[in-house]
């Protein structure tokens, strides 16, 4: 009986570490019940509010890396740029010690400026919100300085937070299996999943995406699946009306299907059905009429040498691609069997001067199909691609 009760408490915690529910959203925001606020576009997760009084530099970095908002345990001081990408001269509240700042509302901050990572001999960066200002202070300033942990949102909680189930989860339906990556049929149009291999049955991330017809290709974000309870349960956006929500399915223990219906969170009647065993992924070019439709559809699900497994949806011509790297995606046209359009991440190693698609961290790509591989180039920003993309289907 105690075994039972342990088991179950751990259940539980885990939970709140997989699920938190949102609680309320602003544009590309969304603030979860666990004192958590997720960027979208960037995949970064910060925390609700501020450390709420002056504090010198050391004391906040301190401060971000103890930090264990919603139970995780990798959170940081922010960069410089990543504070600045918040910043939104269209939104204004007053913080707490009567300046306006320029942010989003589900951030709270209580002053006008929060530390930053960067440091130059005895100076620290720091970002300003009432002016949309980047400065270098003295370390040990600490008057209207705060901390603002952040931490990457594509990461499930640390090894030491997940409970690894062996014994106790003897007999879950997907143990030692591929999960739900792969394409299924459904009733809103095919949908591609694609996440990592599962690993002594803890949760893995999910990014995919669905296409409902006539160029109407929706996106699955933020994604967990738990192959314990067999409960995938994501962020859905449809570019073409703005409609998003929070989705879950339950997935049946032959693994083949997965229904969604609508409960607290939102959701709508959704079911998915496979033919395939879980981890196997659809030929596209299985040619059964003996014409070469190699050289115009590579919907599927594709490696790549450097950035993960990528799930291509194709409408047409019309091309977009989640991959795995920085919560990535890819937006473009195929012309013949040559894919040129951008890349689009929730960061990279070089920041851009101006956003697309909402994001600063994006670049020019060209890729050119050849039956199972394919291989091209990509590029920072608007510079010229030249540096290798290679991989081939799945």
Known sequence: MKKAI???????VYAGFAFAGEKARDGRFIAYDNGTVLDTNTNLMWAARDNGSNINWQNAKSYC????????????????DELAGLYDQAKTYKSDCGWDVNLTD????????????????SDAAHFVFDEGGRYWRRQFRDVSGRALPVRSGNQNAPSSEVPLFKAETQG??????????????????PVSLTHEPIVNNQPVYVTGSWNQG??????????????VSGVLKFSYYQPWNGAHGIQKFKLSNDGRKMEGHPDNEGGFDWVCTSSLQQGEHPSVSTNQSGSDNSSNSIAGTWTSDTFGDMTINQSGSDIIVSYTWQNGRIIGKLVGNVLAGNWIQGSSDQRCSYAKENSFYWGKLNITFSGNSYSGTWGYCDTEPKTDWKGKRK
């Open 6 to 12: 342990a088991v179950l408490l751990v259940l539980v």
């Open 65 to 80: 890396e103890n930090y264990r908002g919603g139970g995780y345990t990798d959170w940081r001081m922010p960069t410089q």
């Open 106 to 121: 589900l951030i709270h901050l209580t002053c006008t400026w929060a530390w930053a990572s960067e440091t130059r001999g």
């Open 172 to 189: 879950s339906p997907m143990s030692g299996t591929g999960g739900v990556a792969g394409t299924w049929n459904s009733n809103w149009g």
């Open 214 to 227: 006539d160029g109407k290709i929706g996106q699955l974000t933020n994604g967990t699946f738990d192959p």
